[in-house]
């Protein structure tokens, strides 16, 4: 659990929920979303505790355009604790940010692969040592600042999730931030486990790019 904020802290309410839209036969449900400090895109389950669950919804969450990121909120209470680097990792040494979000790493691959990146900056090294922490995830990416749309046709959702440069300075301003990353997203009619990978414009998150 990371946020008791957020679904994670409703685990009983969310089984119930989309058990019904289960049961009942409704179909096509995509959850546009917010107020999380992050962009996230997945597959949401009838109950994700199930040994066999059932897909029944996808969500797509933009991060507020101006706010803080949910990794800048996670930054400041581990620093100098034991488990900021699962967090944030200085990868200048390897040619990477100095505040690498590993964060993005141990939920999209678990503890292990964060901590072997924190202490070897390899991702390739990481990646050997990953779980499906989350596999129910497509998209994360915890240090964003940005906005979503989405299209709707009788066959699919197409959707965009968007995030912009930051800082925001005086100069750039006058003619708009310019936008860091876009991840595209296809949801296919009656399928949502055919829910696609991001396909990108720009930037790539961390470890992504």
């Known amino acids: 659990m990371i946020s ?3 679904w994670d802290g409703y685990a009983s309410e969310r089984a119930e929920l989309m058990t019904y839209l289960k049961d009942q036969g409704i ?3 995509v959850l546009l979303t917010g107020d999380i400090h992050a962009s996230f895109a997945g597959v949401v389950y009838d109950n994700f505790d199930a040994p066999s669950p059932t897909p029944v919804a996808c969500e797509l969450v933009g991060a507020g355009v101006s706010s803080n990121s949910l990794f800048s909120f996670f930054k400041l209470a581990t620093d100098g604790q034991p488990l900021s680097a699962l967090v944030t990792v200085d990868a200048t040494g390897a040619g990477g940010a100095k505040f690498t979000e ?12 964060a ?9 390739n090294a990481a990646n050997n040592q990953a ?8 998209y994360v990416d915890t240090n964003a600042q940005g906005y979503g749309y989405a299209r709707i046709s009788a066959d699919k959702v197409e959707a965009t999730i968007v995030t912009i440069n930051r800082p925001i300075t005086a100069a750039s301003s006058a003619a708009g931030p310019g936008v ?14 055919g829910m696609t990978d991001p396909v990108f414009t ?3 998150p961390f470890p992504l790019g």
């Open 27 to 29: 179909k096509n449900v």
């Open 202 to 204: 720009g930037t790539k």
């Open 180 to 193: 860091k990353r876009a991840a595209n997203f296809t949801i296919p009619k009656d399928n949502p486990a």
């Open 115 to 123: 901590v072997t990146y924190a202490g070897t900056l390899d991702v």
């Open 102 to 113: 590993n964060m993005n790493l141990l939920l999209r691959s678990g503890p292990l692969a």
């Open 131 to 138: 779980i499906a922490a989350n596999p129910h995830l497509k």
């Open 4 to 6: 008791a904020d957020a």
